[in-house]
């Protein structure tokens, strides 16, 4: 009883002292109020610790010192000491230390950690950013960092041991692995232990061998048995008043005729301007003929076995000015009239031509009596495809062999249909503006890396980000999409991805994830500029397109709006995904190891005190604010991941000593010849001054930079070319070329147009952009983008050239050109880029398979064409930009 009164007292007198302020700063006789006016760091002024002071002032204790009774100060007893001892269970210290003076058993070591608060002034839990964003916190209670007491030999253990700073060993960072972007030797070993050659599974080896050898035989049997079809061209003149007839040498092997007609037609959006007409059909002849005479039958001995062909032609007056245009139909012979045509002894069929002008006409004819079967030659181009799709997804060979494979395939099966292509065809299939253009963007990049200018760029982005993980990333993805705006996304991939890797490295971030970050960032920004991305320049080097007003000016402010918006909605995106820090870290830092099992002592501490009585409440309460902070600041850890502050400076003093700027003219030279290629591409947005290409810019940018900065060593530029690269495009183009001769790019032309004319007219150009824009996407996710587009810019001339559409181009286009390029981040086939950018990881030994990249890149592929349609309707169907 005599104790009770005595802590009655005491109570009393410490709550009168706990509204006296300058008692609760200055007197040390006040533990309490010296807990809750620690101190800031040693490099905080005078008021920032002032104003942190009386911040602490508010808060005593977490549970008043008058509410602490008998029956709650025995359930702290039970506690562990670590718990016991925690500076929020302040006021049940104080208590016992009263009560120990009273009996007169204290002793200055009972609770050392509000002795040494008195004696210290306070001590300091969380720096100055977290104590201002915790306010709310710290009015409740006191944060440190505890650990329970089997956890105490490694949290000794993790204090005294000192932590080793990785020595920031940064080689050539950017330009290093430019060049020489080749797959793994077949002796390294993967980072799971395996080999990476088929050895370990002789079953999968053999087979692909045998498989491959297959398609080799059946290459080379088509080959050697078809000849190369000659179509001759046939010079006639149509004399006015009168029908040309040009019997056919051979009868029609099939009930299709393919006839091609060159002269001064008009195309056909611009039909409606003139009456003058060209006709064309196919007629059957009973009787034999000797001559190319129409005066030697009579009517009745011919039959019209096919549908006229119209084809608008210009006003005479400008025969000897107007160009000349190609234009090409596919006949097709009614199967009764085909039945009768090859019973009928001696019978013929002749090509009919007449003109309602009075003036002579010359045109150009080629015809071809085995023209490939269109519903057979469709399901032989998917085959091709889907063999192709095979080859890349499952990495049975490399993808630049895949294509030449797959293209040389494409072309015996053309062969085996009795089409095969001259060798002329097929090097014009092969599109030389985009080699071009990428060669030469290889060259001057490779330039530019021995200057040291993306080495710097590399440390200035560590630097300003100052250690946090989610700043570096998002700068890291600007920059990506700036370069790629200008450079294509190939050649900015292997610029960013081995500064990104060192980066990460220096971090102790796993590089995978940003990696795959930076390869989406690269295809977006792409889509800015007609030379950001191979789709684009596909796009605006078709020739139709360029006439019909996409310009660089037009087609980049058309993008930009579009791109800028994407960019916003893939960084919340890839802040969702990756909300828990941890998943980008390398390791968990020990810090939030701690957390986690501090979080879980206090839990179980909690658990086992009885909710029966008020005084267990008291305590119970107490011991959870406590978990409620631990969980806040593990929460926010998580969230907000930075680098230590000594790892992080010695790191940048290092970066910054090894890599300066290393050869400056060459870099003022460098700068001099791109604001000169920049200056070009702009130009050739102006009509009046458009004369050359931007391949041509490129190559003339690159010969003047070899000029001026005195290059003799042309082997060692010429091997940072990526020759597997350009080989591959070489291959794609020439596969598309042999896909489209076997139908199916008319058959999804067709496809489309069907379903645009079972909408209304005024639905027609929504559900245009819809349909192009998530065909294009979903199809380059799986094929890559490269063959996709250039099969896709045939049906969006196809389908402006149709009059009675009514679709103007330029939204059609805009749609196309944001189909490949984001439908590009939905696999790492995708895109040049995902795979160039996997290669450069593995060689780093980092590797990402098919499907690592699918999670990330498919979702981010759909939410951003989801955005873009919205983008798009509202630009092009609402207001009309166009």
Not at 216 to 243: A, Q, R, Y
Not at 721 to 739: C, D, R, S
Request: charged share 20%; aromatic share 8%; hydrophobic share 45%.
């Amino acid at each position: 009883m005599n104790y009770l009164n005595n802590l009655n007292v005491f109570k009393r007198r410490r709550n009168i002292s706990s509204t006296d302020s300058s008692s609760a700063v200055s007197s040390p006789a006040s533990p309490a109020a010296t807990v809750d006016a620690a101190a800031g760091p040693s490099s905080a002024t005078p008021q920032r610790k002032k104003k942190r002071k009386s911040k602490r002032k508010r808060t005593i204790s977490v549970v008043p010192i008058s509410e602490v009774t008998e029956a709650s100060l025995e359930l702290w007893r039970t506690l562990p000491p670590k718990i016991r001892h925690d500076p929020s269970m302040v006021s049940f210290q104080q208590v016992e230390l009263e009560h120990a003076r009273l009996n007169g058993d204290c002793h200055e070591d009972s609770f050392p950690e509000i002795q040494g608060l008195e004696e210290d002034g306070g001590e300091e839990y969380e720096d100055e950013e977290e104590e201002e964003e915790d306010e709310e916190y710290e009015n409740e209670f006191i944060t440190i960092n505890v650990t329970n007491e089997e956890g105490q030999n490694k949290e000794i253990g993790h204090v005294k041991e000192k932590k080793d700073i990785p020595k920031p060993h940064v080689h050539h960072l950017a330009g290093h692995y430019i060049g020489n972007i080749t797959p793994p030797k077949h002796d390294d070993i993967n980072d799971t232990g395996q080999n990476h050659v088929d050895e370990d599974h002789p079953f999968r080896k053999y087979s692909k061998i045998i498989c491959l050898f297959i398609t080799w035989l059946l290459i080379m049997s088509f080959m050697v048995v078809k000849d190369e079809k000659l179509v001759e061209p046939k010079h006639l003149s149509i004399s006015p008043g009168k029908t040309k007839a040009y019997i056919l040498p051979h009868l029609p092997q099939s009930t299709r005729i393919k006839v091609t007609l060159e002269g001064t037609f008009l195309s056909e959006p611009y039909s409606n301007i003139t009456e003058h007409y060209l006709e064309v059909y196919l007629q059957m002849l009973s009787s034999t003929l000797e001559t190319n005479s129409t005066d030697m039958y009579s009517t009745s001995s011919a039959k019209n076995i096919s549908e006229s062909w119209y084809i608008p032609i210009v006003h005479p007056y400008l025969f000897d000015s107007a160009p000349i245009v190609k234009e090409q139909r596919l006949f097709d012979i009614i199967d009764t009239n085909y039945e009768q045509l090859h019973q009928t002894n001696g019978g013929l069929v002749r090509l009919m031509i007449r003109s309602n002008i009075q003036a002579s006409m010359p045109v150009a004819i080629r015809y071809d009596q085995s023209p490939v079967n269109r519903d057979v030659g469709v399901i032989y181009a998917a085959f091709v495809l889907i063999f192709l799709y095979v080859l890349i997804i499952w990495e049975i060979v490399h993808r630049t062999f895949a294509a030449v494979i797959a293209s040389t395939l494409a072309i015996s099966i053309l062969a085996a249909l009795n089409d095969r292509p001259t060798m002329e065809d097929i090097i014009g299939w092969i599109d030389v503006e985009t080699i071009l253009l990428l060669f030469s963007m290889m060259i001057l990049v490779a330039i530019l890396a021995e200057t040291g200018i993306f080495d710097y760029l590399s440390v200035y982005i560590y630097k300003i980000t100052n250690g946090k993980i989610w700043s570096l990333i998002h700068c890291l993805c600007l920059c990506t999409v700036l370069i790629s705006s200008f450079l294509d996304n190939v050649t900015t991939v292997l610029l960013m991805a081995p500064i990104t890797i060192r980066l990460c490295e220096v971090m102790d971030m796993n590089p995978v994830p940003i990696l795959m970050a930076i390869t989406v960032h690269a295809n977006i920004g792409g889509t800015t500029t007609p030379v950001g991305d191979p789709p684009n320049i596909i796009i605006t080097s078709n020739q139709y397109i360029l006439k019909h007003g996409v310009t660089f000016l037009t087609f980049t402010a058309h993008m930009l709006v579009g791109v800028i918006i994407v960019v916003i909605t893939t960084n919340i995106h890839l802040r969702i995904i990756y909300k828990n820090i941890n998943h980008l870290r390398m390791h968990e830092p020990k810090e939030l190891k701690e957390l986690r099992r501090n979080i879980k002592v206090w839990e179980r501490a909690a658990g086992k005190i009885p909710p029966y009585s008020k005084d267990a409440n008291i305590v119970r309460e107490t011991l959870m604010k406590k978990v409620k902070l631990l969980r806040h600041q593990y929460k926010k850890k998580m969230t907000k991941g930075t680098v230590p502050e000594d790892i992080y400076r010695s790191t940048l003093e290092e970066l910054q000593r090894e890599h300066p700027i290393k050869n400056r003219s060459l870099l003022i030279k460098s700068g001099i010849v791109c604001v000169f290629i920049v200056s070009l591409f702009f130009l050739e947005s102006i009509p009046e001054l458009r004369r050359l290409s931007s391949g041509w810019a490129a190559l003339l940018g690159v010969v003047l930079l070899l000029i001026i900065s005195d290059k003799n060593d042309m082997d060692a530029v010429l091997s940072r070319v990526e020759w597997p690269t350009l080989l591959f495009f070489a291959a794609m183009f020439t596969l598309m070329e042999a896909v489209e001769r076997m139908g199916l790019i008319d058959w999804i032309g067709h496809a489309t147009e069907t379903i645009i004319l079972s909408v209304s007219e005024d639905l027609r150009l929504a559900v245009a952009i819809i349909i192009i824009l998530w065909i294009s996407a979903l199809t380059s996710a799986f094929v890559d983008s490269i063959p996709v587009t250039a099969m896709m810019v045939k049906i969006v001339v196809a389908l402006s050239e149709k009059a009675y559409l009514g679709l103007p181009l330029q939204p059609m286009v805009w749609a196309l050109a944001f189909g490949p390029c984001l439908g590009g981040n939905g696999t790492l086939v995708g895109a040049s880029a995902n795979v160039i950018c996997a290669g450069i990881a593995e060689q780093h030994g980092y590797r990402f398979s098919f499907m690592d990249y699918f999670k990330l890149g498919f979702p981010i592929m759909l939410v951003s064409v989801l955005v873009t349609t919205g983008y798009l309707i509202m630009a092009h169907v609402v207001f009309a930009w166009h």
